[in-house]
Structure formats: structure tokens, C-alpha cells
């Protein structure tokens, strides 16, 4: 079975995934309730992750920043799965023949959420500056929601990965509320932002 049932019944395949079949108050709803690095930083959601990685991105477009919101996008669906998981099933790929099946199959969902909620993917300078304001707010997180203790492990685990970003230097003013980091808070949070870069 690879069909999906979202929290409003919509059905998604995740093999075949249908820009009609996606609708933005189930990612919204979805990724809300989904914690960043396996809720091991408290109860952040990617849902409030992506609405600072849409304020800090570099807008090469008028649209960056939206695609920026829906950078984990597929997340709502798949869960967000820490980089260690990724990089252990793409090894494990390398020894079968079918490939990175993991990849192949979020790419899908993900372009299929881009096009219904952005109308198009991003384009490679796009894709890059998003790429530098997520890594950015990742080092936010885990230098300031973690502590000391998580910055020496990180350092140790992936020595340089946060080399260049600004980390702890950014705007304090990021939305990082406890009463909308999670659940329905945050859920209205991504929503309100969705509909704010949608008339950009």
C-alpha cells in the first residue's frame, strides 16, 4: 500500500503524487505537528522551522520565499527524518540495485506540493539559497534550543557542516513563540504566512 491518508481524508500515492490531491491546510496541519530533530530540541515543528527559513532566505525571486516555506514540504507526509536516517538508508541503497528509493520518492511529493501550493519548483539559485537559509536556522536551533552539550556533539559527529553560517548571530526576533511552535498555534502560523507570500 503506498497511498496515504491525510488528516482532512484526502488520499495521496506517493508513488504517483497528484498536485490536486494536495491541500494546503494538510501540510500546514501536518508539518505543525511534526518535530524538528526528533523532538529531541522540545516541541519545535517544522512547520515553525519553515516559516523562518522563508524570512531569512535570500529572495532571488519574488516567489523564493514561498518556495522557501515549503522547502520540507514532503515532511507532512514522510516525517522529518535526521540527517543521520537519510544518509544510513541512502548507503544501505548503494548495495541494491533499485537505488536511493528514499530520495526518489520525497522528490516526488515535494515537486507535487510546489507545483499545487507555488505553481513551479524551485530553480537551481533558488534551490542553493534556500539550501544556505535552512542550514542556518539548523545551526540557530541546535546552537540555542540545544546548548553547549548539542554543539559539541554536532561538531563531532559532522566537523564543518555549520561552517559559514551565522548561527546564533540571527535576529533574535525569530518566531520561535511556545505558544505557536507546535500544533494548532504553529499550524495558523504557516498558514497565515502561506497566505502573506502568496500575494507577493
Known amino acids: 500500500m503506498t497511498r496515504a491518508v491525510t488528516v482532512s481524508g484526502r488520499i495521496v500515492d506517493l508513488l504517483d503524487p497528484q498536485p490536486d490531491t494536495i ?9 505543525a505537528h511534526e518535530t524538528r530533530w526528533n523532538g529531541q ?4 515543528s517544522v512547520a515553525k522551522h519553515s516559516i ?5 532566505v535570500e529572495p532571488i525571486t519574488p516567489l523564493t520565499r514561498l518556495l522557501a516555506l515549503l522547502h520540507d ?11 543521520p536516517a537519510k544518509d544510513a538508508l541512502a548507503y544501505e ?11 526518489s520518492c520525497t522528490g516526488l511529493l515535494a ?15 533558488e534551490q542553493e539559497a534556500i539550501s544556505v537559509a535552512d542550514r542556518e536556522v539548523a545551526k540557530w536551533e541546535a546552537w540555542t534550543l540545544g546548548g553547549v552539550g548539542w554543539k559539541n556533539a ?4 559532522a566537523p564543518g557542516y555549520f561552517d559559514g553560517c551565522r548561527g546564533a548571530a540571527l535576529p533574535p526576533a525569530f518566531p520561535y513563540e511556545v505558544s505557536s511552535c507546535f500544533g ?8 497565515n504566512e502561506y497566505e502573506k507570500l502568496k500575494r507577493v
Open 52 to 56: 523562518a527559513v522563508a524570512r531569512i
Open 23 to 31: 491541500c494546503v491546510d494538510d501540510v500546514a496541519w501536518h508539518l
Open 73 to 83: 514540504g514532503e515532511e507532512y507526509l514522510y516525517g522529518d527524518v535526521v540527517s
Open 93 to 103: 541503497a548503494t548495495t541494491c540495485a533499485e537505488g536511493d528509493h528514499w530520495v
Open 184 to 191: 494548532e498555534g504553529a499550524s495558523t502560523a504557516w498558514i
Open 41 to 44: 530540541l522540545g516541541m519545535l
Open 154 to 157: 554536532i561538531e563531532r559527529v
Open 111 to 125: 515537486a507535487a506540493i510546489y507545483t499545487a501550493l507555488a505553481g513551479r519548483l524551485p530553480t537551481t539559485k
